[in-house]
């Protein structure tokens, strides 16, 4: 069992950035791939990217891809989202999830989940 918590979430104008950060307690999160999620007003959630146990894999959406990195550091159970280059579609509640089975990009496949972390971008 892990439980997630997410920060670094605010306000930013477009072309800005934003570094999340989502903190997991327990000695096992290398055991865990890690994913983030968003899910912005009146849409469902939406795949965003995604880190293997080690780090050796990474997925990406397409609306991110060369704008966001991900990233995680075992050794103080955290794993990062640095987000550039923001756009007003980019606004949305950020989660971070975990995922006992390896990495993936479908939401069921995450065990737990946090609490999220608001990204607003003006325009």
């Known amino acids: 069992h892990v439980q997630l918590v997410e920060s670094g979430g605010g306000l930013v104008q477009t072309g800005g950035s934003l570094r999340l950060s989502c903190a997991a307690s327990?000695?096992?999160?290398?055991?865990?791939?890690m994913g983030w999620f968003r899910q912005a007003p009146g849409k469902e959630r939406e795949f965003v990217a995604a880190i293997s146990r080690i780090g050796g894999i990474i997925y990406y959406a397409d609306s991110v891809k060369g704008r966001f990195t991900i990233s995680r550091d075992n050794a103080n159970n955290t794993v990062r989202l640095q987000m550039n280059s923001l756009k007003p579609e980019d606004t949305a509640v950020y989660y971070c999830?975990?995922?006992?089975?390896?990495?993936?990009?479908?939401?069921?496949?995450?065990?737990?989940w946090g609490q999220g972390t608001q990204v607003t971008v003006s325009s």
């Open positions: 327990g000695r096992t999160f290398s055991s865990y791939a």
């Open positions: 999830a975990a995922a006992v089975r390896g990495i993936a990009r479908n939401s069921p496949e995450y065990d737990y």
